[in-house]
Nanobody, 124 residues
Framework: LQLVESGGGLVHPGGSLRLSCTVS????????IGWFRQAPGKEREGVSC????????NYTDSVKGRFTISRDVATSTLYLQMNSLKPEDTAVYYC??????????????????WGQGTQVTVSL
């Protein structure tokens, strides 16, 4: 089982990135998913989540209106579209999935499967 993130990089303030997380060995159907980030010297924090049924999403306040979480069950891929990026968005971003089916959307660190992380740097 693997979760592999991609799409990170260096972007100027105001720019956009789309992170992808390809999952192998696990179907995303009916599984809650989440995106987290960890900046240097800070704890890992929840950025966004989607419930197992796919009808509930949530975002941390600092990214509301700028980030969008989505998933493609057919290709077992999670996405995080990030627009209007700010320097404070700089962090390593991680995707995560729950083991149990039909889990709730949660931005607590209550996930069973994690990717290795991808660096996002927002700077002039």
């Amino acid at each position: 089982l693997q979760l592999v993130e991609s799409g990170g990089g260096l972007v100027h303030p105001g720019g956009s990135l789309r992170l992808s997380c390809t999952v192998s060995g696990l179907t995303l159907s009916a599984r809650a998913i989440g995106w987290f980030r960890q900046a240097p010297g800070k704890e890992r924090e929840g950025v966004s989540c989607m419930s197992g049924t796919g009808d509930v999403t949530n975002y941390t306040d600092s990214v509301k209106g700028r980030f969008t979480i989505s998933r493609d069950v057919a290709t077992s891929t999670l996405y995080l579209q990030m627009n209007s990026l700010k320097p404070e968005d700089t962090a390593v971003y991680y995707c995560a999935a729950q083991r149990l089916l039909f889990g709730k959307c949660t931005m607590n660190v209550e996930y069973d499967y994690w990717g290795q992380g991808t660096q996002v740097t927002v700077s002039l």
